[in-house]
């Protein structure tokens, strides 16, 4: 079985300070482990996912996240939030256990930022 | 290469009436997954289906629901007798491969049922 956990509802951050988005996961298996966002009325975008390599994920917008296995965590980073970085934000897992391919995803933080 | 596509973008169907939703997965792509995303929700998983077969549909409601991915095609989430629950973005997704592979979404199609 696998589950997701999004810490924060929602988080707020001044504009060009640092983001942190927090996110446990549970799996059974060696899962994949995956941010998207999703800006207002819009499709999901992948910002950047861990796949057993290097457990420091870099992605696009400068958004990072680091696997923790022994705390069971993939939590989001940016070292300066823009204007444009404001949306929903959402982790995934995903493992071949018996889900066969079905992602389980977060409910989702919304991130806010202040100018 | 376009992207995951779905039509319509929106849909407006009154109660007890018909909806179809389309999703044409990326080129090359032959795993497709529906999603549903309800007002201030996450996404919750629905089917995973590939080219003529359904893989797993755990997240289907029991009726009215159906899934299917033709040999030719889209992929089509019908819904019989819609309800006013069943406003909600659907989201498709399409991968490769099975398993861990990334997903690609769709722009999603947004019901609203009168």
């Known amino acids: 079985a696998q589950s997701v956990t999004q810490l924060d509802s929602h988080v707020s951050v001044s504009e060009g300070t640092p983001v942190l988005l927090r996110c446990n996961y549970s799996?059974?298996?060696?899962?994949?482990l995956f941010w998207y966002v999703q800006h207002p009325n819009k499709g999901l975008q992948l910002l950047l996912k861990y796949t057993s390599a290097a457990t420091l994920v870099k992605g696009i917008n400068g958004f990072e996240a680091e696997f923790k296995k022994s705390e069971t965590s993939f939590h989001l980073t940016k070292p300066s939030a823009h204007m444009s970085d404001a949306a929903e934000y959402f982790c995934?897992?995903?493992?071949?256990?018996?889900?066969?391919?079905?992602?389980?995803f977060g409910d989702g933080t919304t991130l806010t930022v202040k100018p | 290469n376009a992207g995951v596509m779905q039509n319509p973008r929106h849909l407006v169907r009154r109660r007890g009436q018909e909806a179809r939703l389309r999703c044409s997965p990326m080129k090359g792509h032959s795993h497709v997954y529906w999603y549903r995303q309800l007002p201030e929700e996450g996404l919750k998983f629905m089917v995973y289906?590939?080219?003529?077969?359904?893989?797993?549909e755990s997240g289907m409601p029991k009726e009215r629901f159906s899934a299917e991915f033709p040999k030719e095609g889209p992929s089509i989430l019908r819904i019989q007798q819609v309800v006013r629950g069943d406003s909600a973005a659907y989201f498709c997704a399409s991968s490769p491969t099975r398993g861990t592979d990334t997903q690609y979404f769709g722009p999603g199609t947004r019901l609203t049922v009168l």
């Open positions: 289906l590939q080219k003529e077969n359904i893989i797993d």
């Open positions: 995934v897992v995903s493992d071949l256990s018996a889900n066969a391919g079905k992602s389980t």
């Open positions: 799996s059974s298996y060696s899962p994949s």
